[in-house]
């Protein structure tokens, strides 16, 4: 097949999802075209199969902000129109799939049928939850839900939401995310441990875009509870709109010694490795990518007890969940975990085998078998 994605490159779960569903199609065989306003950060080497198209939206004085959504739109039309792209594949329902709905209709008077490409669509979250909740997105949510060929979403919950806040006319089918368990696999790098001034203490870990959702705050609390009976370290990866606060806050504390802020890094599997706990305290998250890809690498996971969470970590068994800003559970269940090697262990190994449950090659056959559908039904 020939298939389009459209995605953000930038930090975060979906553009990631986006990026690594589109290298495994081309490893099958398939013609991947990624669209998006940078490579996206997951790209990695060449591939033969995978083409890249930059979209840049036009500058000028009198546009108070430049038109991405229709540039986009543009470059997808051209791009179906010459490489013949049986599927757009939309990830985020605002703008990624309303610029491939116009793109369709910009190609209207060339394929009468309107159906060059099928526009499949996968929702993530943020999409819904947030851009899709703000009444001035709510109908052109909707509208492109309902024009869409097939629509996805990565957890039952995010499904059962967006019936909920869109009543939607299409079906949505339930595509969780993924993890390739070749590549995130656990490989201690004694060197890095060093490098990190490890030491023999335990490592916490939690990897994100430090959006409000995440609550860094909670995090910064919980292991500030932590370090007076445990030595530990924290490594936070990842930069955004609530880094600078923690930065102050882990200063009050006096706890600077024992954090890291790392920033954007893209290869976490060293990271990962070196961890012995992933802290993800989300007030709302629709998976919660990170947290299966520091499963897959033998890392037990403290979150939240909303959103996707429970579909794929089992409290007492993969780490815990518990209620969003309880942050006393929170401090409770680490410290439990951290200080029970046995507990640690089982944890950790439960967590490997339930990552299996997720691997990529499983859910890109699922995207494989959407996509021909879609096809057929064309
Ligand atoms: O979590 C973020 O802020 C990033 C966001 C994104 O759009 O990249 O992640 C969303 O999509 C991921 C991939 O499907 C999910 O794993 C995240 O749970 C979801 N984020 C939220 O729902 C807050």
Request: hydrophobic share 40%; with cysteine; aromatic share 8%.
């Amino acid at each position: 097949m020939k298939i389009g994605i459209s995605c953000h490159h930038t930090y975060g779960g979906s553009g990631a999802v986006a990026t690594e569903l589109g290298k495994a199609l081309a490893s099958k065989g398939h013609t991947v075209h990624f669209f998006s306003q940078g490579a996206p950060f997951r790209m990695g080497s060449f591939s033969p199969n995978i083409f890249y198209h930059e979209v840049e939206a036009m500058h000028y004085p009198l546009f108070d902000c430049p038109f991405h959504s229709l540039a986009l739109a543009s470059k997808i039309a051209e791009v179906a129109w010459y490489e013949e792209l049986d599927v757009v594949h939309a990830h985020y329902a605002i703008p990624h799939a309303m610029s491939a709905m116009l793109a369709r209709q910009m190609l209207e008077d060339r394929c009468p049928d309107a159906s060059c490409f099928r526009l499949a669509t996968t929702l993530h979250g943020t999409d819904i939850t947030v851009v899709g909740a703000d009444s001035s997105m709510q109908a052109a949510v909707r509208l492109v839900i309902n024009k869409s060929d097939g629509v996805t979403a990565v957890s039952e919950y995010l499904k059962d939401e967006t019936v909920r806040m869109f009543l939607p006319k299409k079906d949505i089918a339930v595509i969780p995310n993924f993890v390739d368990t070749s590549l995130f696999t656990r490989s201690v790098n004694p060197d890095l441990r060093k490098e990190l001034g490890l030491g023999s203490g335990k490592t916490v870990i939690h990897i994100s875009n430090f959006r409000p959702v995440k609550c860094i705050g909670d995090i910064v609390k919980v292991f500030h509870g932590l370090v007076d009976s445990i030595d530990a370290t924290l490594l936070l990866v990842g930069d955004g709109p609530e880094r600078s606060e923690a930065e102050t806050q882990v200063r009050r504390l006096g706890i600077t010694s024992r954090v890291r802020f790392l920033g954007k890094i893209n290869e976490i599997v060293p990271l990962l490795s070196v961890s012995d706990l992933m802290l993800m305290p989300s007030n709302a998250e629709s998976f919660g990518l990170a947290a299966l890809e520091a499963m897959a690498c033998g890392v037990p996971v403290i979150g939240t007890d909303v959103g996707g969470f429970p579909e794929f970590i089992e409290d007492g068994r993969h780490g815990f969940l518990c209620r969003p800003g309880d942050v006393a559970s929170m401090t409770g269940r680490a410290r439990q975990l951290l200080s029970d090697g046995g507990m640690w262990h089982a944890f950790s190994d439960a967590c490997v085998l339930q990552a299996r449950r997720y691997e990529t090659a499983l859910l890109v056959d699922r995207y494989e078998a959407f996509y021909r559908e879609l096809m057929q039904e064309g």
